[in-house]
């Protein structure tokens, strides 16, 4: 039995690339079914299809000095760009770290004892999805007097909150809201404490 001690695997996972390495390679699928559809009919009819011959007129009487060639080279270095950025930028992340205490052996003064903030033993990780973050976000929002309703987004960094009042003036509201929602957002544990913003909207 190995005797190794493996690192502990990170819980804030950056989003896949499953959805645009998908739609590239559907376009490059899709590209490749033409070409060969149009081989066979080029070997069966003995001319291109009309699809297929066209562009090809159109670039063999297209000069690369010409506006025409210089917009369509600068159309697929831009689209070459976006597609290497995409690969090598890394997406945000999909949740957010918590701070955690470490647990107390049992019988030492303290045991158990966390304060609202998750304990774990050495070498864990706790973190909260960005959804849970807003969720929580919203929910003490409309806890707060004078909101009628609120919905909440969350990014890495950011909370942002809609809320609906019936009350005229905002000024006091925003204060309280943000507020608010920061301090239960720091007692859950969460570390940095993102930034908390909020919109306020009085309905008529």
């Known amino acids: ?8 695997v990170s819980m804030r996972r950056r989003p896949s690339r499953s959805a645009p390495a998908v739609v590239t390679a559907l376009l490059l ?3 490749g079914v033409a070409l060969v559809w149009a081989a066979v009919v080029r070997l069966a009819e003995g001319m291109w299809p009309v699809f297929f011959a066209e562009p090809l007129v159109w670039l ?4 690369w000095d010409s506006p025409q060639g210089w917009t369509a080279a600068v159309v697929l270095l831009l689209i070459g760009l976006v597609l290497l ?31 609202g903030v ?16 807003a969720r929580l976000a919203a929910s003490t929002c409309n ?4 909101v009628s309703s609120a919905s909440a987004s969350a ?24 507020d608010g929602v920061r301090s239960r957002l720091a007692a859950t544990g969460l570390d940095p404490v993102p930034e908390v913003t909020a919109s306020i909207r009085s309905r008529e």
Do not use: Y
């Not at 998750?118 to 973050?133: N, Q």
């Open 1 to 8: 039995m190995s005797g190794r001690i493996h690192p502990p």
């Open 29 to 31: 699928l899709a590209l």
């Open 60 to 63: 063999s009487s297209t000069s």
């Open 85 to 115: 950025l995409c690969g090598i930028i890394p997406g945000e992340f999909g949740a957010l770290p918590l701070r955690a205490k470490p647990v107390n052996m049992p019988g030492l003064p303290g045991a158990g004892e966390s304060g």
């Open 118 to 133: 998750p304990s774990v033993r050495g070498g864990e990780t706790v973190v909260m999805s960005r959804r849970a973050v």
């Open 143 to 146: 806890h707060i007097d004078g």
């Open 155 to 178: 990014s890495g960094r950011r909370v942002h909150l809609d809320v609906t009042t019936a009350l005229h003036g905002t000024a006091d509201l925003q204060h309280w809201v943000v």
